[in-house]
């Protein structure tokens, strides 16, 4: 037996196989082998087969040893329930916790109960309005949103009831406003929402108690204060105001100093009546038939040799720069007029820069190429040129303009390069205003620089030019009148 063991083991064909089986690979045994293979097994004891473990390199070891680690420390994954994430997001506001509608609306009846039949007219609503914690002159609006420009009155059921619900979904002063004024079905303001709002700032506020007697001047001064509200307020040049735009502006607190302030002209932002009076001036000079229309010949007259917005390809004239809406006839309305006039004497402002530079994008590409430059900069010359004055060549300008804005993307000024740069100013001006262009090339480099690093200014370059305009003005109505008076 010992010998036919030996014998078997010997067989070096027999022995690469059972190496094989060791390692637990298939094979086919050559019958040669299967009797002697049977006979062997026979002869052994019964042992329990022991499975060989195979033994891994150290390299994959590890990995096995880590994965083997990374199974048992995780866990199952639980799915967050939605309660438990905090609520981050408020369109309409963060809501008060303390806020206790019941006695909001009991102070409300009780005002109500001082009237005849418990009805409000709009001569009532002051009151009102300080009941449910509002300003002064959101009067209107509380009693628009009633029905009350309806039916002349407002009952204190329908009151209580709009108002009520007005509490239970708007939570902050800039979503309740754009309630009460908006369309309904609307979450946004548009231009005429303004009118009933600012007609009764018009007939109630002391310092517009002169304008009682000029009806005429009423709409013009709305128009003014809704074009320079959009111009501040909304930043999305669509022609709406949403309630995130408004949370951001300071329209509201302006609102609020109406009630306090009697002077609206200490207003200056949006009510400023001087503001309004040097707009419509400057406007009527150039409106030399009074059709509230100027065409490009009468803009051209604008501060003589300043401010020739040559707008005249097919995107139409200044009024596609503002909403991109249709214009009549080429002509620039009363209400692009105000967009123009403040834009062009600060254009440091985010408006401004906007504006001018949706002026000079001829194509609409989002980028002012160098040929929108030149096209630009001829113009420029022509005038520089009738004044006597050699101009600088377009390949020196551009390095100057290209030094100052310093582009992202070499050849190519974004509207983002103009906002981060802090010059903004300089470069409209050398392609559009002449007078202030000469003045910038005149100035020491160095104090435009310092100005640009302290942009901070408590007056902005439009309240200096209202300010200095309505005292020329004022100055030549005076001088008028003495000369009628001999």
């Given at each position: 037996?010992?010998?036919?063991?030996?014998?078997?083991?010997?067989?070096?064909?027999?022995?690469?196989?059972?190496?094989?089986?060791?390692?637990?690979?298939?094979?086919?045994?050559?019958?040669?082998?299967?009797?002697?293979?049977?006979?062997?097994?026979?002869?052994?004891?019964?042992?329990?087969?022991?499975?060989?473990?195979?033994?891994?390199?150290?390299?994959?070891?590890?990995?096995?040893?880590?994965?083997?680690?990374?199974?048992?420390?995780?866990?199952?994954?639980?799915?967050?329930?939605?309660?438990?994430?905090?609520?981050?997001?408020?369109?309409?506001?963060?809501?008060?916790?303390?806020?206790?509608?019941?006695?909001?609306?009991?102070?409300?009846?009780?005002?109500?109960?001082?009237?005849?039949?418990?009805?409000?007219?709009?001569?009532?609503?002051?009151?009102?309005?300080?009941?449910c914690e509002c300003p002064l002159y959101w009067k209107v609006p509380l009693f628009c949103s009633a029905g009350g420009d309806r039916t002349g009155f407002v009952s204190v059921h329908k009151f209580v009831a709009i108002w009520r619900k007005t509490l239970q979904t708007c939570h902050d002063d800039a979503s309740k406003f754009v309630h009460l004024l908006a369309k309904p079905g609307c979450n946004y303001l548009e231009q005429d929402d303004f009118i009933p709002f600012l007609q009764d700032v018009v007939n109630s506020h002391a310092g517009l108690a002169f304008l009682k007697e000029a009806p005429d001047f009423h709409s013009r001064y709305i128009t003014t204060v809704i074009q320079r509200i959009f111009y501040n307020v909304s930043r999305s040049w669509t022609g709406k105001i949403t309630c995130s735009e408004l949370r951001k502006s300071n329209f509201l607190q302006n609102v609020a100093l109406l009630e306090k302030e009697e002077d609206v002209n200490q207003l200056t932002e949006f009510f400023s009546y001087e503001h309004f009076y040097v707009i419509y001036c400057k406007f009527w000079e150039l409106d030399t038939n009074h059709d509230l229309y100027i065409d490009q010949k009468d803009l051209a007259r604008h501060s003589d040799q300043g401010a020739r917005v040559h707008i005249t390809c097919n995107r139409g004239f200044c009024c596609s720069v503002r909403e991109r809406r249709a214009f009549k006839e080429g002509r620039l309305s009363y209400a692009d007029f105000v967009w123009f006039?403040?834009?062009?004497?600060?254009?440091?402002?985010?408006?401004?820069?906007?504006?001018?530079?949706?002026?000079?994008?001829?194509?609409?590409?989002?980028?002012?190429?160098?040929?929108?430059?030149?096209?630009?900069?001829?113009?420029?010359?022509?005038?520089?040129?009738?004044?006597?004055?050699?101009?600088?060549?377009?390949?020196?300008?551009?390095?100057?303009?290209?030094?100052?804005?310093?582009?992202?993307?070499?050849?190519?000024?974004?509207?983002?390069?103009?906002?981060?740069?802090?010059?903004?100013?300089?470069?409209?001006?050398?392609?559009?205003?002449i007078e202030?262009?000469?003045?910038?090339?005149?100035?020491?480099?160095?104090?435009?620089?310092?100005?640009?690093?302290?942009?901070?200014?408590e007056v902005s370059d439009w309240e200096k030019y209202a300010a200095e305009e309505y005292d020329v003005l004022v100055s030549e109505e005076v001088a008028n009148d003495v000369c009628n008076d001999v």
């Open positions: 037996m010992r010998m036919r063991e030996r014998c078997l083991h010997q067989d070096p064909d027999l022995r690469k196989e059972l190496a094989l089986l060791a390692r637990g690979c298939d094979f086919v045994l050559p019958s040669r082998f299967k009797k002697r293979l049977r006979a062997f097994q026979q002869g052994q004891p019964r042992r329990t087969r022991k499975t060989r473990a195979f033994k891994a390199p150290a390299a994959n070891r590890l990995c096995l040893c880590v994965s083997q680690a990374q199974v048992r420390t995780e866990e199952p994954v639980t799915t967050a329930l939605s309660e438990s994430i905090p609520k981050f997001y408020f369109p309409q506001g963060r809501p008060q916790a303390n806020l206790n509608i019941d006695c909001l609306i009991s102070k409300i009846e009780k005002i109500f109960s001082q009237f005849p039949n418990e009805r409000a007219t709009i001569e009532d609503m002051g009151p009102v309005a300080k009941a006039l403040i834009s062009e004497e600060d254009k440091k402002t985010d408006t401004s820069i906007e504006y001018w530079f949706r002026c000079m994008d001829l194509d609409g590409d989002g980028v002012l190429s160098m040929y929108e430059l030149e096209y630009f900069y001829e113009e420029q010359c022509q005038k520089l040129e009738a004044m006597a004055i050699e101009p600088l060549p377009f390949e020196d300008c551009l390095c100057q303009m290209l030094d100052l804005v310093k582009p992202e993307v070499e050849g190519k000024i974004t509207l983002r390069d103009l906002k981060r740069c802090k010059m903004a100013h300089i470069f409209y001006d050398t392609f559009f205003n202030k262009y000469l003045d910038h090339e005149q100035r020491d480099p160095f104090s435009v620089i310092r100005e640009a690093e302290t942009d901070g200014q």
